[in-house]
């Protein structure tokens, strides 16, 4: 019995100090980074704390036959990722990443904006957007986790387009560790209070965690609000939790072509791509 406690007792003592030095290694920022690199020249003047914007003419969006990527890619840490990443974003016009890190960098699209809210091991995480285009603003969006503390992020970015609208494209990572959602329905209210009531094109992605029944009824609650509709797939192979998928795209003002999901090794997550037009 001493033996054993004795045991015990050492494991006990190694599995706080693996706790305290995991937790040491995490920095929690006091205010989410939003950071926007583009090929171009054009300067943003803040809006308010978290969005930016740009007052002077930026040239519309010509395209309206479009692709998006949207991938949960794991932070990296699955071999094979930078293959896949470059082989699946080819001729896409959007990348939406969720768990990205510094790490992933598309040098052919003109812009990234990479909206973290905390580091490990001096390594970033969080959501990052490429687009082919440069947008007319852009937005950081966080809620903390209530268990861990750690703020979900999303990223905003809207493009101008020759009819004098917008495209907003917006790439979320919603709240996990909880189970009774009250801080999830508060996250996608701050996430859709972004979103006009008026009829501008939308691309809402990402991974939603809507693990089960209550999450997906407030999610739908929200989606119904602002009339987008939720893309169904004809390939769908997306990762599932309690047999509810996890990653979702939802769209209004735009015509869906095609919408696929795959199953891959690089990540614990699969990749989801849509081909839309513009309406």
Not at 89 to 94: N, R
Not at 265 to 274: E, G, Q, R, T
Request: net charge neutral; glycine share 4%; aromatic share 14%.
């Amino acid at each position: 019995m001493k033996t054993i406690n004795k045991i015990f007792a050492f494991l006990l003592v190694l599995g706080i100090a693996v706790g305290i030095y995991i937790f040491s290694q995490f920095r929690i920022f006091e205010t989410i980074q939003i950071d926007l690199k583009t090929t171009s020249q054009f300067s943003f003047e803040p809006t308010n704390t978290f969005c930016f914007s740009r007052e002077a003419s930026i040239p519309t969006l010509e395209k309206k036959h479009l692709r998006l990527l949207s991938w949960n890619i794991h932070k990296g840490s699955d071999q094979g990722w930078r293959q896949d990443l470059a082989r699946f974003s080819q001729d896409q016009d959007f990348v939406l990443l969720q768990e990205a890190t510094v790490e992933q960098n598309l040098s052919s699209f003109s812009s990234a904006l990479f909206i973290s809210s905390f580091s490990y091991k001096a390594r970033q995480s969080g959501v990052k957007t490429f687009s082919r285009s440069v947008p007319k603003s852009y937005c950081g969006i966080a809620h903390p986790e209530p268990w861990i503390r750690i703020p979900k992020v999303a990223g905003v970015m809207t493009f101008p387009l020759n009819n004098g609208e917008e495209l907003l494209v917006i790439n979320a990572h919603l709240i996990n560790f909880e189970w009774e959602p009250s801080a999830y329905r508060a996250q996608l209210e701050r996430i859709f209070s972004v979103i006009p009531s008026y009829q501008s094109a939308v691309i809402l992605a990402g991974d939603f965690n809507a693990w089960n029944a209550e999450r997906k009824q407030i999610l739908d609650e929200f989606i119904g609000k602002k009339g987008l509709n939720e893309v169904s797939f004809s390939q769908d192979e997306r990762v599932r939790f309690f047999d509810y998928p996890l990653d979702y795209v939802f769209v209004r003002g735009v015509k869906v072509l095609t919408a696929t999901s795959k199953k891959v090794v690089s990540s614990d997550h699969s990749p989801i791509w849509l081909e839309f037009v513009l309406e």
